[in-house]
């Protein structure tokens, strides 16, 4: 059951019944890592970026396997606003979108989570 330009498009019940129809037998036939497999490999990253690895390359230089959480992170949020992210911007150079994807990155995996007492002791 694949949607057309325009179903894709309504806002309507129908529409909703069909996508919990769908959903659920995707769920019965595949598992959970297979549709997150498919679901990273073909998302829209921005730039030219089509899947994990080609946003991997694009904004980091590196295999996809080779990321830190933080930048993992960073990917996993553009799906939602390709076109809106400040890394895919026009008016930036390649490099320079790469130098602060990697500053970013730097500076999000430096800081160390350290407990914070509940109260403080005088």
Partial sequence: MLF????RRAISYERKVKEVILASEISRLYTKKQILEWYVNTNFYGGWAYGIEAAAQQYFSKPARDLTLAEAAMLAAIPQFPLQTPLTTRSR???ARKLSCKRWCAKATSRRRRPTPLCRSR
């Fill in 4 to 7: 057309s330009e325009e179903e």
């Fill in 93 to 95: 150079p390649s490099c």
